[in-house]
């Protein structure tokens, strides 16, 4: 299991046995067939999706495989627990996530690019692999007094709404959004400003 205590996030098993913890947060766990190794996506920052694919043996023993994804989603052993497969995006500017595969030494493929943002569920005895699409959008919009309708005033695909000016004519947007290679970034935006 995992489970959140006194501020860490746990990794357990069995339930009480602490495996792995951290400050961040743990996703993803999988067991390998064998029963011998756990990997799951370990996130530094809690609520933030960039991090690290790991597993950890069932003394405790934790290796990174690879490190420095973002949108870190989705994770499955390979048929004969060689590889161990997760989407993510690297952390350079990329058009989607990418299906990478990691042996336990760390030596890592990728194994299919789109441009897309999906998820692999997990692999079939027969090699068949199980994906999943995603669409995540978060969408800000703008109703002024005196206007009819509200109008979209989102940046990119993953706007957040920050705080409004005291004349409501500006507000600042934080955007989560990959654009040029760009993540987190806060924008000031002016209502009148052109779309």
């Known amino acids: 299991i995992v489970r959140r205590v006194n501020g860490l996030e746990r990794l357990e098993f069995p339930i009480g046995t602490v495996l792995y913890q951290t400050n961040g947060y743990i996703s993803h766990i999988r067991f390998s067939h ?25 003394a405790g023993g934790k290796t990174t495989l690879a490190s420095g994804f973002q949108g870190l989603r989705g994770v499955a052993w390979s048929r004969d627990d060689g590889e161990v497969w997760y989407t993510a995006q690297a952390e350079a500017p990329s058009s989607g996530r990418e299906l990478r595969a990691s042996t336990l030494n760390g ?89």
């Open 34 to 58: 064998d029963g011998q190794h756990i990997a799951f996506a370990d996130h530094p920052f809690y609520s933030d999706d960039n991090g690290d694919i790991a597993v950890v043996d069932r």
């Open 107 to 195: 030596r890592t493929r990728t194994v299919l690019a789109v441009p897309t943002d999906w998820r692999v569920m997990d692999i079939a005895a027969d090699g068949r692999v199980l994906m999943t699409g995603e669409l995540v959008l978060r969408r800000i919009e703008l109703w002024r007094d005196g206007e009819t309708q509200p109008k979209d005033f989102s940046l990119f695909d993953q706007s957040l709404g920050g705080a409004v000016s005291s004349d409501g004519m500006s507000a600042l947007i934080a955007d989560q959004g990959s654009v040029a290679g760009m993540t987190y970034a806060t924008y000031l935006r002016r209502a009148d400003q052109a779309e």
